[in-house]
């Protein structure tokens, strides 16, 4: 039963491909038998999100953000525990069949396909579970094969497919009864350089013949380059939206610095996050390699005060940069969780 | 649909080495426990009962692993959300898995017979030979709707493994497959009277050895059609309970 989140309204039915308002889901768990302790977890905490016909939208985030609990909760798999949302019009509880008839939904990985059959048993069995009359069935399936570039191994068991394979003969499932609106959960995620840029290809592809596609990604790159919208989720909640450009404005007035750095500990990167000017520090792991990110005011250069904080540290190279759409998204994200880092340092 | 999904489903099923492993192997176990069972009772005149109750058990653990297991296994391996998310009743969606276990579960009956035959020679000399086969497919096809309903318990949870594990054992021995009915406590009497399991068993029992089949076996597939009946009411049910609870996934 819904029962949390706002009352709204949607301005008119079926303006927009995608529409939520207020949209809410909470888990609850219980662990222990003697004392049971009962706890609530707000995954996704009040979203408001309008896609239009034909866009091609992303939702970044980093794990746990909530990503994938807001496209279950568009796509129908999950009753939202508060607010609404509506699929072409139609709403995702109330309207399931019909939202289920205009959707597709693809998520990333190994999993979702049926691996001991083949790539063309699979499609016949999810062409006749969507639908597709038997006589377009054969045409369809030769059709996607093409697109998803998987022509010549479609009587191969799936279980000898690489990762790359699996995740085009996804999209073909997804796309064989035609839907207006496709979920891509985290597509390309382990998937190789080569392959993602065909599925970027094959995204693209779409997007151009009008399909509504709803792209959850890791990978910055892929975000500014497919996605005329995006917003960033964190905490349950959106937190910017706008085009690439837009968000890039998020990090504006700053500056970054990046060492390649073997050995960094998170000792050091508190005192590098405490000097003065530092707006921002992440590390990234590389191979064998640590990439350290230091977002500070344009007007303050820190690069002296973060050699120094890394004394003792074998160093790589070291590059002073403007700021990208990633630097913008971890300003954004790590805007978000400093609320709960305060509320946490807190005394009770 | 049904037909191309369950075909499909066996297809699937029958290509695992677990499930082609405990295929080989369980009828020969389950036939070799029956001989000797009967022959230390001093009955060994009663061996072909003895393995058709064998093979009556693996049918049921086949519909009961197959369609607790198929749920699972299909959870794990992520199409159970997406074979949920078709524009179609929960329930017909669900439906060809069931009957594929059944049709899987064709199997065990013969492999049971056939090892029964080979290996401990019993006589296949069935009292009604045309009835047998007709009341094993009544009886498969029975269990197959009974699995219906069982499945809508497997997909409401998440360890829908524990569940039929739990079942595996009371039900075949209630039902009389391979222990007469008679021989139980009183008290399992009942319980015995509304499973479908305890009349398609009777009607198997008594195409092999003698008796009236078909009024056990109408008992049957008319339990067997409630049972399909209320399967398909409840499944639509929990397949909301599931999307609240959110345990169409692992996680």
Same mark, same amino acid.
């Given at each position: 039963?819904?029962?949390?989140? +706002? ?20 888990? &609850? ?22 896609? !239009? ?5 992303? #939702? ?26 509506? %699929? ?14 205009? %959707? ?48 010549? &191994? ?16 996804? %999209? ?6 035609? *839907? ?7 597509? @390309?995620?382990?998937?190789? *350089? ?45 937190? $910017?939206? =706008? ?43 590389? =191979?064998?390699?640590?990439?350290? =990110?230091?977002? @500070?005011? $344009? ?39 400093? *609320? ?9 | ?5 369950? /075909? /499909? ?38 061996? /072909?009962?003895?393995?058709? !109750? ?6 049921? @653990? ?8 198929? %749920? ?5 391996? !992520?199409? #159970? ?56 497919? !009544? ?16 997909? #409401? ?9 739990? #079942? ?6 209630? @039902? ?13 009497? +009942? ?20 008796? +009236? ?19 398909? $009411? ?18």
């Amino acid at each position: 039963m819904r029962t949390a989140g +706002p009352t709204h309204r949607f301005p008119a039915m079926g303006e927009h491909a995608i529409e939520a308002v207020g949209l809410h889901r909470s888990y &609850r768990s219980r662990t222990g038998w003697l004392r049971p302790q009962r706890r609530e977890v707000h995954a996704v905490a009040g979203v408001d999100l309008a896609v !239009g016909h034909g866009e091609l939208f992303g #939702l970044l985030g980093p794990n746990g953000a909530g990503k994938t609990t807001t496209i279950k909760l568009l796509n129908t798999l999950l009753v939202p525990t508060g607010g609404e949302a509506r %699929i072409c019009g139609f709403d995702v509880v109330r309207q399931t069949r019909e939202v289920r008839r205009r %959707i597709g939904y693809v998520f990333g990985g190994d999993r979702g396909l049926y691996d001991r059959l083949s790539a063309r048993d699979n499609l016949r069995y999810f062409a006749e579970l969507y639908g597709v009359p038997g006589r377009e069935q054969k045409r369809r399936i030769a059709e996607l094969f093409e697109l998803v570039r998987l022509t010549g &191994r479609q009587d191969d068991r799936v279980e000898g497919y690489s990762r790359g394979m699996r995740q085009r003969l996804h %999209i073909a499932r997804g796309l064989l009864h035609r *839907p207006r609106v496709l979920f891509l959960d985290e597509p @390309s995620i382990g998937v190789d *350089p080569v392959a993602a840029r065909e599925l970027r290809q094959t995204v693209a592809d779409l997007a151009a013949t009008g399909t509504t596609v709803l792209l959850t990604t890791h990978y910055m790159a892929e975000a500014d380059e497919l996605c005329g919208r995006i917003a960033v989720i964190a905490g349950g909640r959106i937190q $910017a939206l =706008g085009t690439p450009a837009e968000l890039r404005h998020h990090a504006d007035g700053r500056r970054v610095l990046e060492v390649e750095a073997y050995g960094v500990t998170d000792g050091q990167v508190a005192a590098i996050r405490a000097r003065p000017g530092v707006r921002e520090v992440s590390l990234a792991v590389h =191979g064998a390699a640590q990439v350290l =990110g230091v977002q @500070s005011d $344009a007007g303050v250069d820190v690069q002296a005060n973060v050699l120094r904080e890394l004394g003792g540290v074998r160093l790589g190279r070291v590059t002073a940069r403007q700021p990208t759409l990633e630097d913008a998204y971890v300003a954004i994200v790590n805007r978000a969780a400093e *609320p709960a880092a305060v509320a946490g340092r807190m005394p009770a | 649909m049904i037909a191309v999904g369950a /075909l /499909l489903h066996v297809k699937q099923l029958s290509r695992s080495p677990f499930e082609i492993a405990i295929a080989l192997f369980v009828p020969v176990v389950q036939a070799t426990l029956a001989v000797y069972l009967f022959r230390a009772g001093g009955e060994p005149d009663r061996l /072909l009962e003895a393995a058709v !109750g064998a093979g009556l058990m693996g049918v049921w @653990s086949t519909v009961l692993f197959g369609s607790g297991g198929a %749920i699972q296994n299909q959870r794990w391996q !992520g199409t #159970l959300e997406m074979i949920m998310l078709a524009p179609r009743s929960p329930a017909l969606v669900l439906l060809p898995v069931t009957l594929a276990t059944g049709i899987t579960g064709t199997y065990a009956m013969l492999a049971t017979l056939a090892w029964g035959r080979l290996l401990y020679g019993i006589p296949l000399d069935f009292a009604h030979p045309v009835a047998f086969p007709v009341a094993v497919a !009544g009886c498969i096809a029975g269990l197959g709707m009974f699995g219906l309903l069982l499945a809508s318990g497997f997909v #409401l949870l998440r360890h829908a493994n524990a569940l039929a594990n739990m #079942l595996e054992y009371p039900i075949w021995l209630v @039902s009389g497959m391979l222990v007469p009915v008679t021989a139980l406590p009183g008290w399992t009497g +009942p319980v015995a009277a509304v499973l479908p399991t305890t009349w398609g068993a009777r009607a198997v029992h008594e195409a092999a050895s003698g008796g +009236p089949v078909w009024p056990a076996l109408a008992v049957c597939l008319a339990i067997s059609l409630a049972c399909l009946a209320a399967g398909w $009411a409840l499944m639509t049910y929990v397949e909301r309970r599931a999307r609240v609870t959110a345990t169409l996934a692992l996680a």
